[in-house]
């Protein structure tokens, strides 16, 4: 089957994508080590001394928050079988932001942690603090190859491109400016990749609204606007459930991921992380209801537009490649690349974040607690971005396991 699925999709990407993509790269490690180079000591190359501007910090926030399963998984969802019923937990992610904002965050500011684990220890036992440490970085390993592999695969499966070499590509980018530019090059990254991803899904919408295609006449006769019949069944797929279990992970998420609480202690006050975390939250929020809807306009361009490409995706189980293949098909030279772009920005936004995370996790949580707690700051420094290096290659490593393994799909099979 997959060599009849490559010769479909016609793979064709073109050298103006490609060197828009180029540029991306480009400029992502301009950015990421512009805006490290001032980080003094571990502090700022954790926190970024607790200087940074909250509108950045709740970019990055939503930009850890969001990935390319994002991008990929919910274009994919509202696609396929599902419909709006599924946005249904959505408006709810506000009670996230006020438990937050109201209970955690100023309770981690007050005690001044850098790795959330540290708190474990105070409050129950060091033991705690280790196997939580120890966890948080054996699934962030994970985690972070699976985010490198999937976009790689979505991109490799519509134009061609060696699926290894774009893992490494992607890999080195993102371990080198997460390692040159700390915390504070991450989150400005972050931020502009977060606007990537908001322009790259806005040109898709226009796109999707071509000539001779009624997207809202053909999901309406669909379903696919369905967003007010709940159920308590559990054996159903959408249900009054979902809307609990997404208050619970998402509080979860924002209290206890260091990705996200490492970011708490980078703005300038209490109350301007606040700020950051409704800012995420509402950010969010219209985010996934416009990748909900991309979806639902794929579905309706490809009813209108039957393509044969399409039906072998659908059959392969690979409609996470599908968004890609819109993109890399029904758009021009350029446009293409930049919706590309934030295929990869999306990743890679979540990939640096954990990657300075487990940073901060190894130092904190093990070498300065156990072994080295007075060495000046230059040593911290280094060995800070020493690690960053190994999660980099250990990321790469893990993506190219997933081509040969298959949890990836078991674990994509669960998130769509």
């Not at 039906?311 to 098909?329: E, P």
């Amino acid at each position: 089957m997959q060599p009849d699925l490559a010769s479909m999709l016609h793979p064709q990407f073109g050298a103006v994508n490609y060197a828009v993509l180029a540029v991306y790269f480009a400029a992502m490690l301009f950015i990421g080590i512009w805006f490290g180079r001032s980080a003094k000591g571990a502090a700022g190359y954790f926190t970024g001394e607790g200087k940074v501007h909250h509108w950045i910090v709740g970019l990055s926030l939503l930009g850890t928050y969001l990935s390319a399963l994002t991008m990929m998984a919910l274009p994919a969802v509202s696609f396929g079988a599902a419909d709006f019923l599924w946005t249904v937990q959505l408006p709810f992610l506000l009670l996230t932001a006020l438990v937050i904002t109201r209970f955690v965050l100023p309770r981690y500011r007050q005690e001044g942690c850098v790795s959330v684990y540290e708190f474990l220890e105070r409050r129950i036992h060091v033991s705690s603090r280790l196997i939580a440490a120890i966890a948080f970085i054996l699934l962030s390993i994970g985690r972070m190859g699976l985010v490198l592999y999937l976009p790689a695969l979505a991109f490799s499966v519509v134009t061609g491109a060696s699926l290894v070499g774009t893992i490494v590509v992607m890999g080195i980018v993102v371990a080198a400016y997460t390692a040159l530019g700390g915390i504070k090059g991450v989150m400005w990254t972050d931020a502009v990749q977060v606007v990537i991803f908001i322009v790259g899904a806005l040109a898709t919408l226009v796109f999707i609204f071509a000539p001779g295609v009624d997207v809202f006449g053909i999901a309406v006769e669909h379903r696919k606007f369905r967003m007010l019949e709940l159920s308590l069944d559990p054996t159903k797929l959408v249900t009054a459930w979902l809307i609990l279990e997404t208050i619970v992970q998402t509080i979860r998420i924002y209290a206890t991921q260091q990705e996200m609480t490492q970011r708490y202690m980078a703005a300038e006050s209490t109350r301007k992380a606040n700020v950051s975390v409704w800012i995420s939250i509402l950010g969010y929020i219209p985010l996934a209801y416009l990748f909900y809807f991309l979806g639902v306009g794929l579905f309706a361009f490809y009813t209108a537009r039957p393509d044969a490409a399409v039906d072998a995706l659908r059959q392969a189980g690979r409609l996470d490649s599908l968004y890609a293949y819109f993109v890399v098909t029904q758009m021009p030279p350029g446009v293409a690349g930049l919706v590309m772009a934030a295929f990869f920005a999306a990743a890679m936004s979540t990939i640096s974040s954990s990657m300075n995370s487990c940073s901060a996790v190894c130092l904190e949580d093990f070498y300065k607690r156990f072994w080295c707690r007075n060495r000046d700051e230059a040593h911290y420094v280094f060995l800070a971005k020493s690690l960053t290096v190994v999660w980099g290659a250990l990321t790469i490593v893990m993506a190219v396991l997933f081509m040969r393994i298959t949890l990836a799909q078991v674990v994509w099979s669960k998130v769509m």
